[in-house]
């Protein structure tokens, strides 16, 4: 995640509620998909588990995406 965004995050994250809850369900799938990349093998539901939290994680990533363009200068909108 760009800089960028990450200071926005940080900045609006006590007050818009919704950009709150995609990013707390965000590190949380970061933090369980770190413990399956630690591991040499996974067991096929677990793999089948990692793509899951990947497309969550994803999803979420682009719902917080959409919430910040609302904070972004918009100088900044286009930009990626």
Request: no cysteine; glycine share 2%.
């Amino acid at each position: 995640m760009e800089k960028s965004d990450l200071e926005l995050i940080q900045k609006y994250v006590s007050t818009d509620p919704e950009l709150k809850r995609y990013w707390d369900e965000h590190e949380d799938y970061e933090r369980k998909l770190d413990k399956f990349n630690l591991r040499l093998y996974l067991t096929p539901e677990e793999e089948v588990e990692k793509k899951r939290l990947q497309k969550l994680k994803l999803a979420g990533r682009d719902r917080i995406e959409v919430i910040l363009s609302k904070y972004r200068p918009r100088s900044m909108e286009g930009k990626a």
